[in-house]
């Protein structure tokens, strides 16, 4: 079945490192991606990992996969205020391969 | 701003009256998704759209939901008769590819936020 799953809240300090972690359930998913959004706003696009992949790191953005657990975390080295937003994992399972499922979301909050 | 873009933002409607919504999708995109996100959840896939093809529907999307895309550009969602359960936010996107296997990311609009009361 489809389900994502993600902890629910985040809160760290300003300049410490966040990691939201997240779990998904289809191991034929081929992407899984990570996606911010700020209060009223969309989805943006961070960053996303191809499933043959167990790292990738772009700038303050590192993306961990274990394919075997079937976990994926985003770790945020440094993190700012402005980083303060909900973060979304999504999957595409190979079955729905025209559509992204998408976990319930992880607040961070980050203290200055 | 060549993003994807909707309209309107925000939506306020009686239950009982239609509603439609617009979204402009990145010009070179030829696939176009309808998301729909409550308070406190992730966007639920409504459906999409290839060129001017739907190709696929969620179950979620009950007939009173209607969406187009009648030159393969620019869609329209249309809610009739609203419900209270309506309210959310409604999410668009477009891919240049499909978003699974050797595909490509997709971008995301601002969203139309609907309240139906």
């Known amino acids: 079945g489809e389900d994502v799953e993600q902890s629910l809240f985040l809160s760290v300090r300003e300049g410490d490192s966040s990691v939201i972690n997240c779990t998904y359930t289809d191991s034929s998913s081929t992407y899984l991606y990570w996606y911010k959004q700020e209060p009223g706003a969309g989805l943006q696009l961070l960053t996303y990992?191809?499933?043959?992949?167990d790292m990738k790191q772009d700038q303050r953005l590192t993306v961990l996969l274990n394919k075997k657990d079937k976990h994926l975390s985003l770790r945020i080295a440094d993190t700012q205020t402005g980083d303060s937003a909900i973060y979304f994992c999504a999957e595409v399972p190979m079955e729905y391969g025209n559509k992204l499922v998408f976990g319930a979301g992880t607040i961070l909050r980050v203290k200055s | 701003d060549t993003g994807v873009s909707q309209n309107p933002r925000h939506k306020i409607t009686k239950r009982g009256q239609n509603v439609t919504f617009r979204c402009d999708p990145i010009?070179?995109?030829?696939?176009l998704y309808w998301y729909r996100q409550t308070l406190g959840q992730g966007p639920e896939f409504l459906t999409y759209f290839q060129n001017e093809a739907q190709l696929e529907k969620s179950r979620l999307l009950s007939d009173r939901f209607s969406a187009e895309r009648p030159k393969g550009s620019f869609s329209t969602l249309e809610i009739q008769r609203t419900e209270q359960g309506d309210s959310a936010m409604y999410l668009c996107?477009?891919?240049?590819?499909?978003?699974?296997?050797?595909?490509?990311?997709?971008?995301f609009g601002q969203g139309t936020r609907l309240t139906v009361v």
């Open positions: 010009s070179e995109h030829n696939r």
């Open positions: 996107a477009s891919s240049l590819k499909h978003a699974g296997p050797g595909g490509t990311e997709a971008f």
């Open positions: 990992i191809f499933s043959n992949m």
